[in-house]
């Protein structure tokens, strides 16, 4: 959708219009609009169920959210197989992104590993000389 961007600028209508009404194009909006529903869904459902199950066997409410929240998480990633091929990957990468950022935010946190200034720029530094 970003492509029509350009078009909007230089308004060429009719090519937006083509865009638009392109029938490959609403089949993928689509399917997009019914993972995320889903994706909603079924982690809200999963996780109501989990905090059920999981309230008589342990108890206190911090020690069920910390059994459930990553058990529906992991139930309604399955819906992602529901999106196209290449949205996968790149759902894949910012999930993958988002754990290492987590991950050193929590471990400075605990102090397992030290502060660094600009640790924001050595990664970004890090992931464009990897790549």
């Not at 089949?27 to 609009?33: E, G, I, Q, V």
């Not at 993972?35 to 982690?43: H, K, P, R, T």
């Not at 309604?76 to 990957?89: E, H, I, N, V, Y």
């Not at 759902?91 to 605990?110: C, K």
């Amino acid at each position: 959708m970003l492509q029509i961007i350009p078009l909007v600028l230089g308004l060429k209508v009719k090519k937006i219009f083509k865009l638009l009404t392109s029938r490959q194009k609403i089949k993928d909006s689509c399917k997009f609009s019914l993972f995320v529903a889903l994706f909603g869904f079924v982690y809200k459902a999963c996780l109501c169920l989990f905090r059920r199950i999981a309230l008589k066997f342990c108890g206190t409410e911090a020690e069920t959210d910390r059994l459930a929240a990553p058990l529906a998480g992991f139930v309604a990633g399955f819906t992602l197989s529901l999106d196209s091929p290449f949205r996968r990957q790149f759902v894949a990468v910012l999930a993958l992104s988002r754990f290492i950022e987590t991950s050193l935010n929590l471990a400075e946190g605990h102090e397992t590993i030290p502060k660094v200034a600009y640790k924001d720029f050595y990664m970004w530094l890090a992931a464009n000389l990897l790549t």
